[in-house]
């Protein structure tokens, strides 16, 4: 449905919710999915949510590393597929969805400002669970524990361009090309 367009005439439905009587005739108020109420011959419009813009099973999202523990970070979560939020979601990433190969240790797969691209494993309890385990996902920009630059990825390693420490990450394929 969208505005203006006519659900029935009123000796047919009642308008509802979302509607509106003119000359007779019933239409809607707003773009949205018709609901006809037959027993009380009454006739509703409920708004089109827009599911684009939240997570659900098997979406692609980029967030920003906000905690690391030993077995668990937390993402906020702030693009789904091609998709900027204006706001942001919480997800949670454990270190057994890091990898197919065993990582003992979350600090070995990302660490606090990383941003990463991760599947949305599963939204039980409205709890974002989040896997990077798949070989396309993980982290796509890192910064140095220690000071704080971006990390360059050279011979598979993940190394400062300013300090030149080396750290630990699971990275994305495409690490440091821009891409998120
Ligand atoms: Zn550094």
Do not use: W
């Not at 057994?96 to 990383?114: Q, W």
């Amino acid at each position: 449905m969208v505005p203006g367009e006519r659900l029935g005439v009123i000796e047919e439905f009642m308008p509802g919710l979302g509607t509106y009587e003119e000359q007779g005739a019933v239409r809607s108020k707003t773009v949205g999915r018709a609901l006809v109420d037959i027993l009380n011959k009454k006739v509703s419009v409920y708004p089109v949510v827009h599911m684009a813009s939240v997570p659900t099973k098997g979406s692609i999202v980029v967030g920003q590393v906000l905690n690391v523990q030993g077995k668990k970070a937390t993402l906020r979560i702030f693009k789904i597929g091609k998709t900027l939020l204006n706001g942001f979601f919480t997800g949670i990433l454990h270190v057994s969805d890091v990898s197919p190969s065993y990582v003992e240790n979350m600090f070995d797969a990302c660490k606090d400002g990383d941003i990463l691209r991760a599947v949305v494993a599963s939204t039980k309890n409205r709890t974002y669970q989040l896997s990077t385990a798949d070989r396309d996902l993980g982290v796509v920009h890192a910064f140095c524990s220690s000071c704080g630059h971006t990390l360059d990825l050279k011979d598979r390693k993940m190394q400062c361009s300013n300090c030149g420490k080396i750290e630990k990450r699971k990275g994305a394929p495409d690490y440091g090309k821009g891409t998120m």
